[in-house]
């Protein structure tokens, strides 16, 4: 079976640009969510969502994220417009339950704001 | 609120060796889930181990082995004769079992070389 699927894998973009990262969940995986890694930062949680609806957004760091599922095998994290410090590695991830079940993580997007 | 501490941020060992990476963390909840995620070089993060709260038993598989204590709050993970393929990023990860906490929570990674 096809694990998590996110592209781009590397995105470089210029600050002020739309950005737009994607993901597909494995098959039947009810929840999917998008986490950003940083030196400073480590992994952090910015959203997530049950039945393509999102649950929990106060990881979102300000209103240039946002987040959709419109359906059970697609999510987008968008942001715009982007800025040098939003340059990390995004990672999709999902899970068929909430913990204590494992989440899934895909190989990320890394994404460069210059 | 929830709280992992992995407080060796890089460690470096010659093939063959023993390595423990060091866990301890921190909740209110009574029962809680403990993990261990793998980051490789590739970057993809990839699962390990999940244990609760109740399972205090030390848990082996193959060259790994992770040894859980309650009573000092810690879940460490150790590598038996270590291999190159073995370097990576480890992370310790927690999560609460109610619907308030149950996401995980990282802690912030320890590197692991080992050298030929």
């Known amino acids: 079976d096809a694990g998590v699927i996110q592209s781009p894998r590397h995105e470089v973009t210029e600050m002020g640009q739309e950005v737009t990262l994607r993901c597909k969940p494995i098959?039947?995986?009810?929840?999917l969510f998008w986490y950003r890694q940083t030196m400073m930062r480590g992994l952090e949680l910015l959203i997530y969502?049950?039945?393509?609806?999102?649950?929990?957004d106060s990881g979102m760091p300000e209103d240039r994220f946002s987040a959709k599922m419109p359906n059970a095998s697609f999510s987008t994290l968008k942001i715009q417009p982007s800025e040098p410090r939003d340059s990390a590695v995004y990672f999709c991830a999902s899970s068929l339950y909430l913990a204590p079940y494992e989440q899934y993580f895909g190989p990320g997007t890394r994404l460069t704001v210059t | 609120a929830q709280k992992v501490t992995q407080a060796q941020t890089e460690i470096s060992v010659v093939e063959k060796e023993d390595v423990t990476l060091d866990c301890v963390y921190e909740t209110r909840d009574t029962t809680y889930y403990l993990f261990w995620y793998k980051q490789p070089p590739s970057g993809e993060l990839v699962f390990l181990i999940r244990r609760n709260s109740f399972d205090e038993q030390n848990e082996i598989s193959g060259r790994y082995s992770w040894n859980f204590q309650k009573s000092t709050s810690s879940f460490n993970f150790t590598i038996t004769a270590s291999q190159v393929v073995d370097s990576a990023v480890y992370f310790c990860?927690?999560?609460?079992?109610?619907?308030?906490?149950?996401?995980?929570?990282f802690g912030g990674g320890t590197r692991l070389m080992v050298k030929p």
């Open positions: 098959s039947g995986h009810d929840y």
């Open positions: 969502f049950n039945n393509n609806v999102p649950i929990d």
């Open positions: 990860a927690l999560s609460g079992a109610n619907n308030a906490g149950n996401m995980l929570t």
